[in-house]
């Protein structure tokens, strides 16, 4: 099955700089890699997504990469403010039949002021 | 649209116990897929149903069932509940080929 590694745990960043987190799945059969943001005591909320015959998406601030060869996929958030504080976690198809997902283990970010 | 919507938001139980937690889709969706969160981690799937089926289940033993209504609404019950089975359990429900939304979900603590 999928196996989903993301990277860092933690980050840190200035409010305005850039922010990047980077996740690796194992399956090359995966077509579809989401990503979500979690506020505390809230669900993930879905804030991009990228299908794979595509190799990059933005939306404002927020932008996704997708590299087939390597099998890792990015998310990039420019202009960082303190409200995109939240743990992010990236997500690729599980197999079999469904629309469900394995997820990475999730990354905090926290933006200074 | 109240998206998807979960139910109740904390419980507390004691080991040994059986829970049933509920969850209503979001308008049009009838998938609905269960999670369960562990604190610090990344959702884990537990199972998905679709027209009051289980489609697709992950790794967790049979302590874990569910049920979908014709209403597409759905029921998660774990048996024999066990320390380790507190955490936050998500629902998410999608039409059919697209992305999951996800509710607020229940926070299960087992004493």
């Known amino acids: 099955g999928e196996n989903v590694e993301q990277h860092p745990s933690t980050l840190s960043v200035q409010e305005g700089d850039s922010a990047v987190i980077k996740c690796t799945y194992s399956?090359?059969?995966?077509?579809?890699f989401p990503w979500y943001k979690q506020e505390l005591g809230k669900g993930p909320q879905l804030i991009i997504d990228i299908r794979s015959n595509v190799g990059e998406k933005k939306d404002q601030r927020i932008a996704v990469t997708l590299n087939k060869t390597a099998k890792h996929f990015s998310l990039h958030i420019t202009e960082t403010q303190p409200e995109d504080s939240a743990v992010y976690f990236c997500a690729a198809p599980a197999r079999g039949r469904g629309q469900n997902f394995v997820f990475g283990p999730g990354t905090r970010l926290s933006v200074l002021p | 649209d109240a998206g998807v919507t979960q139910s109740p938001t904390h419980l507390i139980k004691t080991r040994g116990q059986q829970v049933t937690l509920r969850c209503s889709p979001k308008s049009g969706h009838d998938t609905v897929s269960w999670y369960q969160q562990a604190l610090g981690q990344g959702p884990q799937f537990i199972f998905q149903y679709y027209e009051e089926e289980e489609r697709q289940r992950g790794n967790f033993p049979d302590r874990f069932s569910g049920h979908q209504f014709p209403n597409y609404s759905s029921e998660l019950n774990v048996n024999a509940l066990l320390l380790g089975d507190s955490a936050l359990y998500l629902c998410?429900?999608?039409?059919?080929?697209?992305?999951?939304?996800f509710g607020q979900g229940t926070r299960l603590t087992v004493v």
């Open positions: 399956d090359s059969a995966s077509n579809y």
């Open positions: 998410a429900s999608s039409p059919a080929g697209r992305p999951a939304f």
